[in-house]
């Protein structure tokens, strides 16, 4: 996201950041059943960055790396 430069009377700017996430899914039939197998990964170099809307951004940065793993049995 690029530079919030334009901020309101209450407002502080606030700096721009990149991120980059990402998702893989595999799905695996065997008879009846369905395995499906997804993991995530958010905020992959772990950036600290805040966020323009949020009201806490001066104390608290937004979350730093998070890893989901997410596996479904489907019958």
Do not use: W
């Amino acid at each position: 996201n690029a530079d919030q430069k334009r901020a309101d009377t209450f407002e502080l700017p606030t700096k721009g950041y990149f991120l980059c996430n990402a998702y893989a899914q595999v799905s695996l039939a065997q008879a009846r059943y369905i395995h499906n197998v997804s993991i995530m990964i958010d905020n992959i170099f772990d950036t600290e960055y805040r966020n323009h809307l949020s009201r806490i951004k001066s104390i608290l940065p937004e979350a730093g790396r998070e890893v989901r793993f997410l596996y479904k049995f489907l019958f």
